[in-house]
């Protein structure tokens, strides 16, 4: 199994992981709230059947995986990480479920998945494409790939300029909603959901009084089908 390959990365292991996040009570309940959204599209994705094989590509601190790992007790769940302290923290929240180091544009596994699911990792990635060609390849016949990342077209975007915090040196291949649809789709996907979040990005949006309103949505919505939110969302199913 060839999982992690020396390729040109952003990921720098000698300084600090920027996404070794907090276990506290609090920041879990924010981290559950924050993949609702996905949760709902892998749920629907896999039509109710719990004994599914699902992997995770970039596990970050695990709050995901834990997850999925609690909702599908029956399922056969994967993950690959490429930093190795990351590894560590989702092995340490997770029981059943296989972690390894990986890199995300290179990553060979022995099996295909019936769901592979990215939160807000393509856009770390030099060459996104080598990413969707390996998911592609992992996917079993019409299994479905469900995905989220910054949307540089996003309303966020447009109005804070270069202040919007999606700008940042490890986010490399920023696209807007139309055109990571095109992307994904030119990879031999089919679109089965596209959306985008709300208003995350906009910093008065997530300040008493209208914090709450932007929280309340993202709750009872997650995304909606339009192409001004904070974060992408979609789900593609793999051409057969």
């Avoid at 007790?73 to 092995?91: M, S």
């Avoid at 209208?210 to 904070?230: D, H, T, V």
Wanted: aromatic residues 12%; positive net charge; hydrophobic residues 40%.
């Amino acid at each position: 199994m060839d999982t992690k390959h020396s390729t040109n990365v952003t990921v720098d292991l000698a300084a600090p992981s920027l996404y070794a996040e907090p276990y506290s009570k609090l920041y879990r309940l924010k981290r559950r709230l924050t993949y609702r959204d996905i949760l709902k599209h892998v749920g629907s994705a896999l039509y109710g059947n719990t004994n599914v094989t699902v992997l995770e590509v970039g596990t970050g601190s695990g709050f995901l995986m834990q997850i999925l790992e609690e909702k599908y007790p029956k399922a056969n769940l994967h993950g690959i990480e490429f930093d190795p302290r990351l590894v560590q923290l989702t092995r340490s929240k997770v029981k059943r479920a296989v972690i390894v180091e990986g890199n995300a544009e290179t990553f060979k596994m022995e099996r295909q998945f019936d769901v592979i699911v990215s939160s807000q990792v393509i856009e770390h990635l030099f060459h996104p494409q080598e990413m969707l060609k390996c998911v592609f390849a992992h996917l079993k016949p019409g299994g479905k790939f469900v995905m989220t990342t910054p949307n540089l077209g996003g309303l966020g975007a447009r109005m804070m300029g270069k202040r919007w915090h999606g700008y940042r040196a490890d986010h490399v291949a920023l696209k807007t909603y139309k055109q990571w649809v095109a992307f994904i789709e030119s990879h031999g996907f089919e679109t089965v959901y596209s959306g985008s979040t709300f208003f995350s990005g906009i910093p008065i949006l997530n300040r008493f009084p209208l914090g709450p309103i932007n929280w309340m949505l993202l709750l009872a919505f997650g995304s909606i089908r339009w192409k001004y939110g904070e974060s992408f969302v979609g789900v593609f199913q793999k051409k057969t």
